[in-house]
């Protein structure tokens, strides 16, 4: 595996770090060793066999978003995120990484990577709807673990704006997570299999509607290149928002806009959820300094915060606090996004957060978070 992506370690290998500055990681951490070259250089020097598969290498690979923001600065198109989680397979099939043991050891105990009754949850944090239509919601784990009430405010702000009942994914021990951890652990054979069931479940179920980036960007993107494409590309609930009105009780000052990594850099998505703001705010969102395809991570994907959970919150707060405080210069008091992970991220970093569907129904951001758990 590691000489599948040789030619992108030993490009930044031997690259003068022309992307240092754009790595959340090594920013937040303040660590030379996790700056985008030099995790790709231990990658290199790993697949030389200067290096031993071990622990300390599994660290190193880890601590890594997928965020993407390197390869918008790099010369060379270089796609370190993708070689980072390549990388991960070697590591996982040897025994030495302890994030994907404990995904694995979840998957086997839970039938899912979160640690949850998925299922059980689904059923008491879902409005029951029914199970196929002409748009089906799928409601996401990251939000159904750790967003209690995330999902039936999505359900309450899209059947506001369209003014019809939604159809929902049902739950389904085995089926309710799309399997995007297994993949960012480098457990891909594990993948394979869990997006065959995944497709298997939606079928015929109608349209798909999610509001977690990171799901319709697995969807879209890894279920085709793993042979299990959807019948039709999911879509992000902010691309149906942005073409109706849904009048919002929305006050105080307009929020600060912050895109998901997923949503953004890996779908292409920008306009959508500003747009969905405009109409249904009646306020331009505010934009931080570094926006759009540039914009900062929130420090949660690619299981950051399972490597290194302190590090992730750091990243979450170095993206509003850094050189100035982004609510102070655009006068902002909350942070919208369009993502349950980045909502729990910011919130965990002390940032007042709200998703796109919370905010549109005009609700408050909820105090800080300081439970226990990763992701
Ligand atoms: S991603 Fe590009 S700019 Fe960054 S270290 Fe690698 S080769 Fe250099
Ligand atoms: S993808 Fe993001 S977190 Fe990973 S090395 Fe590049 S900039 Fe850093």
Redesign the pocket.
């Given at each position: 595996m590691l000489e599948q992506i040789a030619e992108q370690t030993s490009?930044?290998a031997a690259?003068p770090?022309?992307?240092r500055h754009a790595c959340p990681v090594s920013n937040a951490e303040r660590r030379e060793t996790v700056t985008?070259?030099l995790k790709?250089t231990a990658v290199d020097l790993a697949r030389r066999g200067r290096l031993p598969l071990d622990e300390e290498l599994a660290g190193v690979v880890h601590a890594c978003t997928s965020c993407g923001a390197?390869?918008q600065?790099?010369?060379?198109g270089?796609n370190?995120a993708q070689a980072l989680v390549d990388a991960r397979v070697p590591l996982a099939h040897a025994g030495v990484s302890r994030v994907a043991r404990q995904v694995a050891e979840r998957m086997d105990r839970f039938g899912n990577p979160t640690g949850a009754d998925l299922s059980k949850l689904h059923r008491q944090r879902v409005p029951a709807r029914p199970e196929r239509g002409a748009l089906v919601l799928w409601p996401g784990c990251t939000a159904l673990r750790r967003l209690p009430e995330h999902a039936s405010d999505v359900v309450a702000a899209l059947e506001r704006a369209l003014g019809h009942a939604l159809a929902v994914v049902p739950p389904d021990s085995e089926s309710a997570c799309c399997g995007y951890p297994l993949w960012a652990a480098g457990l891909h054979e594990r993948f394979a299999v869990q997006a065959r069931l995944v497709t298997q479940h939606l079928k015929d179920r109608g349209a798909l509607l999610t509001s977690d980036p990171g799901c319709a960007w697995t969807f879209n993107v890894l279920y085709p290149q793993f042979g299990s494409p959807l019948q039709q590309p999911a879509r992000h609930v902010s691309q149906v928002l942005a073409g109706v009105v849904l009048p919002s009780t929305w006050k105080g000052p307009a929020p600060l806009y912050h895109d998901p990594c997923h949503l953004g850099r890996h779908l292409g998505v920008y306009d959508d959820p500003r747009a969905a703001l405009l109409r249904g705010l009646n306020v331009e969102p505010r934009e931080f300094t570094w926006n759009r395809a540039v914009s900062e991570c929130c420090g949660g994907g690619g299981l950051y915060p399972h490597a290194n959970r302190a590090g992730a919150v750091a990243v979450a707060r170095r993206r509003v606090q850094h050189e100035v405080d982004e609510r102070q210069r655009t006068g902002a008091e909350t942070v919208v996004t369009a993502c349950p992970g980045c909502e729990l991220m910011f919130s965990r970093a002390g940032v007042p957060a709200l998703d796109l569907a919370r905010a549109l129904l005009g609700k408050t951001s909820p105090a800080p978070r300081t439970e226990g758990g990763t992701r």
């Open positions: 490009l930044c690259c770090k022309m992307c985008p070259a790709m390197c390869s600065f790099c010369k060379l270089n370190v």
